[in-house]
């Protein structure tokens, strides 16, 4: 028995080297440290997509088509596959054990793949192209992609491949699988960075630097800083994405349960409250100015000759599109008040029946001067303002009665929202000691709103992106059997850990 454990103890270093693989440093390196078990659990649309097999009508497949770097990604690996028409099909004939992939160069599509494999032949053929030689290791290089400043233009994606030490590296570039060679011939493995079915490593510094992500990936530049670990696994037959990471809000946050909910959640800081509140509250529009009260000017001269549009006068400037701009009104007097009360964290709540509430931390004292300005931009937008005490709630009004904003405080919380039946029954947030923010979303109800947000978003164009219709409702064609998701980040002593369950079957 000893004898036995003592073998073990001996094997385990042996065990993870093996699946450490030689991704050079990029931006984005992923790895599937047990493909078997990955192979098992792909299933559905996600399986058919790497398979390249995605259906016409899938909902993310034609909403990524609809993006600039979709079709532009689509005619690329159309190219590329003309070389080398690997799927996910021809990964599985080569029995890996592991395999990963190292992201180089966001615009110039510039990747590397490493397939941990035991066959000794490979099942299919790979063309040939020109061999070379780098640092004593054999590759070919097929076609020059644009990261080897290739003279094709039309052409990002190259391919360049070698074996080796029961390793098959295929690159995008030529860089590319020479940096895949250095760094096996260093031995300078890429472990998992977290345990799960696939575990990936992101440099924010990096993307966030990048103008090909940042137009794409439309997120905030947010407390997070250096590199986020994270891996997808399978608990209790749920899909769990675990997170790892540096810099977080020092600012403590606070929890509450509102039953039948569409949406709700804490956010750390106070940067998103006002564009929220804003956005979805006080003044609900699609397009918000930053003046939005029209200048006072002199009424035009009557009886004075029109000018004639067919000629032109070099003695006068041209005139401006839009007219005169605006003066920025109440929305000065917000930023003073915004400006001398600092909100640390904010909650949200959105009701399946569309109704949305807001609640922060706000100083009893300054209640008078947040609802009289509440009371100045609705006047501005609605006209005369009645203000109607509805139990412990006051509601703003304008017209015939009809309900425009509310206000009631709980404790050393305010809660705003669209009338005072918005607000009836909400709780006071309890602080925690360790969660930073949550939220948890209803997608049966987010699905309910697809019609909506394409009506309010517009019809598609492949020269814009519809935030709502094109990217959420995509992402959530690959999700049919997802009911839920829920979110939790708790700080840790070196920064932040989070997860996010995907309620339903995978």
């Known amino acids: 028995m000893k004898a036995r454990m003592l073998m073990m103890i001996v094997a385990l270093p042996t065990l993870a080297r093996a699946a450490d693989l030689p991704l050079p440093e990029a931006p984005v390196r992923i790895v599937i440290p047990d493909a078997a078990a990955f192979d098992a659990?792909?299933?559905?649309?996600?399986?058919?997509?790497?398979?390249?097999?995605?259906?016409?009508?899938?909902?993310?497949?034609?909403?990524?088509?609809?993006?600039?770097?979709?079709?532009?990604?689509?005619?690329?690996?159309?190219?590329?596959?003309?070389?080398?028409?690997?799927?996910?099909?021809?990964?599985?004939?080569?029995?890996?054990?592991?395999?990963?992939?190292?992201?180089?160069n966001v615009g110039h599509l510039e990747a590397v793949l490493v397939v941990e494999t035991p066959l000794a032949a490979l099942p299919a053929s790979l063309p040939k192209g020109e061999t070379k030689t780098h640092e004593g290791a054999t590759y070919h290089l097929v076609a020059v992609g644009a990261a080897d400043e290739s003279e094709d233009p039309e052409r990002r994606?190259?391919?360049?491949?070698?074996?080796?030490?029961?390793?098959?590296?295929?690159?995008?570039?030529?860089?590319?699988?020479?940096?895949?060679?250095?760094?096996?011939?260093?031995g300078a493995g890429f472990p998992p960075p977290l345990p799960g079915l696939v575990?990936?490593?992101?440099?924010?510094?990096?993307?966030?630097?990048?103008?090909?992500?940042?137009?794409?990936?439309?997120?905030?530049?947010?407390?997070?800083?250096?590199?986020?670990?994270?891996?997808?696994?399978?608990?209790?037959g749920h899909i769990v994405e675990v997170r790892e990471g540096m810099g977080e809000s020092p600012s403590p946050g606070f929890v509450?349960?509102?039953?039948?909910?569409?949406?709700?959640?804490?956010?750390?800081?106070?940067?998103?409250?006002?564009?929220?509140?804003?956005a979805g509250l006080l003044e609900p529009i699609p397009v918000l100015s930053d003046r939005p009260v029209a200048r006072v000017a002199a009424l035009p001269v009557v009886g004075v000759a029109r000018e004639d549009r067919y000629l032109v006068n070099l003695e006068k400037p041209r005139p401006t599109a839009g007219g005169p701009a605006g003066e920025e009104g109440d929305l000065a007097q917000w930023s003073a008040l915004l400006g001398k009360?600092?909100?640390?964290?904010?909650?949200?709540?959105?009701?399946?029946?569309?109704?949305?509430?807001?609640?922060?931390?706000w100083p009893e004292a300054q209640d008078e001067?947040?609802?009289?300005l509440c009371r100045a931009t609705v006047e501005r937008r609605g006209g005369s303002v009645t203000?109607?005490?509805?139990?412990?709630?006051?509601?703003?009004?304008?017209?015939?009665?009809?309900?425009?904003?509310?206000?009631?405080?709980?404790?050393?919380?305010?809660?705003?929202?669209?009338?005072?039946?918005?607000?009836?029954?909400?709780?006071?947030?309890?602080?925690?000691?360790d969660v930073v923010?949550?939220?948890?979303?209803?997608?049966?109800?987010?699905?309910?709103?697809?019609?909506?947000?394409?009506?309010?978003?517009?019809?598609?164009?492949?020269?814009?992106?519809?935030?709502?219709?094109?990217?959420?409702?995509?992402?959530?064609?690959?999700?049919?059997?997802?009911?839920s998701l829920s979110v939790e980040r708790r700080k840790t002593p070196t920064g932040w850990s989070e997860r996010v369950v995907f309620g339903g079957t995978p």
């Open 256 to 278: 509450f349960r509102v039953a039948d909910a569409a949406a709700a959640g804490w956010e750390a800081g106070g940067e998103g409250l006002w564009p929220a509140f804003r």
């Open 369 to 372: 001067e947040l609802v009289g």
């Open 387 to 433: 203000i109607a005490q509805v139990g412990d709630t006051r509601e703003l009004r304008v017209g015939p009665d009809l309900p425009a904003l509310a206000f009631r405080r709980t404790g050393r919380f305010v809660w705003l929202g669209s009338s005072a039946r918005d607000l009836a029954g909400l709780p006071q947030p309890e602080p925690s000691t």
């Open 437 to 483: 923010r949550w939220g948890t979303v209803d997608l049966g109800a987010v699905r309910a709103e697809g019609a909506r947000w394409q009506k309010a978003e517009g019809p598609a164009s492949p020269e814009r992106i519809r935030p709502l219709s094109d990217r959420i409702l995509g992402l959530l064609g690959w999700m049919p059997k997802t009911t």
């Open 157 to 186: 994606m190259g391919l360049a491949w070698a074996r080796r030490e029961g390793r098959l590296f295929l690159a995008t570039s030529e860089r590319a699988v020479k940096l895949a060679l250095d760094a096996a011939s260093s």
């Open 341 to 361: 009360n600092r909100v640390d964290g904010w909650g949200y709540v959105l009701g399946k029946d569309g109704g949305r509430r807001v609640v922060f931390a």
């Open 199 to 236: 575990s990936l490593d992101l440099d924010l510094d990096a993307l966030r630097g990048n103008l090909y992500f940042r137009r794409e990936f439309l997120f905030g530049e947010g407390p997070e800083k250096g590199h986020v670990r994270a891996a997808l696994r399978l608990e209790d």
């Open 41 to 104: 659990a792909l299933t559905g649309a996600y399986r058919n997509a790497l398979s390249g097999k995605p259906a016409e009508s899938d909902p993310l497949a034609t909403a990524w088509r609809q993006t600039q770097v979709g079709t532009k990604l689509e005619t690329q690996w159309s190219k590329f596959s003309s070389d080398l028409p690997w799927t996910w099909d021809e990964i599985r004939a080569l029995k890996p054990s592991a395999l990963g992939l190292a992201l180089l």
